[in-house]
């Protein structure tokens, strides 16, 4: 009985709001419009914190393509699955907060410190809304071209926007995982 209440639920939530969820009744980490727009996740701070990769212009001789630090997230239900069974499940979603490189100096000493938040990207793997895409992996940025704001919803980036450099470079399905500790600790086997 309580199935068939949620189906309804869910069914309804469909109808007045456009969205669908992906990932089951149990688990929405990651929703879809009518458009086949990604629904800025919510709440994405109370997700499993994987780390802050940066890579800062000087170290880069000023040209860094990506001059921030990378605060990235996964889903709580992905991370169980990851650690059980060490495969990212369907409906894995990772969110990438940017962050802009603020002062070089503390009272601990010199290094790179958080500035302002810049913007705000996710990672989605759905065989179902992305069966083209390597390993049903797509890329999304919700950021605006001012870096002072963010989109409500994101279309899918081209390609070879992200996918290249995930498929060519990243240690596990797409995922660098080779630069976050946490996710290399907890992955099952």
Known sequence: ??????????????????????????D?????N???ELIKPEGYREWIY???PVTPNDMNDGKAPFPEFHNVYIDPASYQHWKKTGKF????????????????AAPSGNGYFMGDFIGLEATVKSAKHFPKEPGNWAFFSFTTKDHKTLKPTATALPTEACAACHKASAADDMVFTQYYP????????
């Open 28 to 32: 929405t980490a990651f929703s879809m």
């Open 182 to 189: 946490v996710l290399r600790a907890a992955k099952g086997k």
């Open 1 to 26: 009985m309580f199935k068939i209440r949620l189906m309804i639920f869910s069914l309804a939530a469909t109808v007045i709001f456009g969205q669908t969820s992906v990932v089951g009744a149990e």
């Open 34 to 36: 009518e458009k086949g």
């Open 50 to 52: 994987v780390g802050a």
């Open 89 to 104: 499940r369907e409906g894995t979603v990772f969110v990438k907060e940017l962050v802009s490189v603020g002062s070089k």
